[in-house]
T-cell receptor, first 111, second 114 residues
Framework: QKEVEQNSGPLSVPEGAIASLNCTYS??????FFWYRQYSGKSPELIMF????GDKEDGRFTAQLNKASQYVSLLIRDSQPSDSATYLC???????????FGSGTQLTVLP | DTEVTQTPKHLVMGMTNKKSLKCEQH?????MYWYKQKAKKPPELMFV???????INESVPSRFSPECPNSSLLNLHLHALQPEDSALYLC?????????????FGEGSRLTVL
């Protein structure tokens, strides 16, 4: 079992829809969770982080964390073509002390 | 504009060459990182420097040699690389090196080894 798992996609949604990106992790004691966005040919950019169970909202982005089920998700409301990118889930595993990245989900928002 | 600057943006080298990648940050961060990223893969951690000292070396081959001359600069010296080392090399910084996932990445140096 991989330590951090994401559906690789590709995930396609129409413009204006909600895009839902999911991530599961293996280390139950992990405390910190991050979402990075990476446009094609560019470097990753931190867009959200969440430490506590529940939802955290920032503009059109909502991060959701459920530690009991060991999953974290990212919702993008009113998706725009400019949201088309690869989204990397990253977890600060208790065992690793450094970030562990998932393999990324490629999102395409269709005009 | 990114606050982590990497040079060069592109580099082509032969297997016998010696070259260096450079990274600079002016955010006062105390930790700096080198990552390697292959196409359609996540970044892989190579090295972590904290307060200018090497804190983590993820069993990287000795043909990659990191150097941290001061708290703002990070170099990666390359020697006798293999074609499979072709990748995007990302520098990142963070306020601290332990227990943090808030990384600020540079734009990367795309390396091609012939």
């Amino acid at each position: 079992q991989k330590e951090v798992e994401q559906n690789s996609g590709p995930l396609s949604v129409p413009e204006g829809a909600i895009a839902s990106l999911n991530c599961t992790y293996s280390d139950r004691g992990s405390q910190s969770f991050f979402w990075y966005r990476q446009y094609s040919g560019k470097s990753p950019e931190l867009i959200m982080f969440i430490y506590s169970n529940g939802d955290k909202e920032d503009g059109r982005f909502t991060a959701q964390l459920n530690k009991a089920s060991q999953y974290v998700s990212l919702l993008i409301r009113d998706s725009q073509p400019s949201d088309s990118a690869t989204y990397l889930c990253a977890v600060l595993l208790r065992s690793a002390r450094q970030l562990t990245f998932g393999s990324g989900t490629q999102l395409t928002v269709l005009p | 504009d990114t606050e982590v600057t990497q040079t060069p943006k592109h580099l082509v080298m032969g297997m016998t060459n010696k070259k260096s990648l450079k990274c600079e940050q002016h955010m006062g961060h105390r930790a700096m990182y080198w990552y390697k990223q292959k196409a359609k893969k996540p970044p892989e951690l190579m090295f972590v420097y904290s307060y200018e000292k090497l804190s983590i070396n993820e069993s990287v081959p000795s043909r990659f040699s990191p150097e941290c001359p001061n708290s703002s600069l990070l170099n990666l010296h390359l020697h006798a690389l293999q074609p499979e080392d072709s990748a995007l090399y990302l520098c990142a910084s963070s306020p601290s090196w332990r227990d943090t996932g808030e990384l600020f990445f540079g734009e990367g140096s795309r390396l091609t080894v012939l």
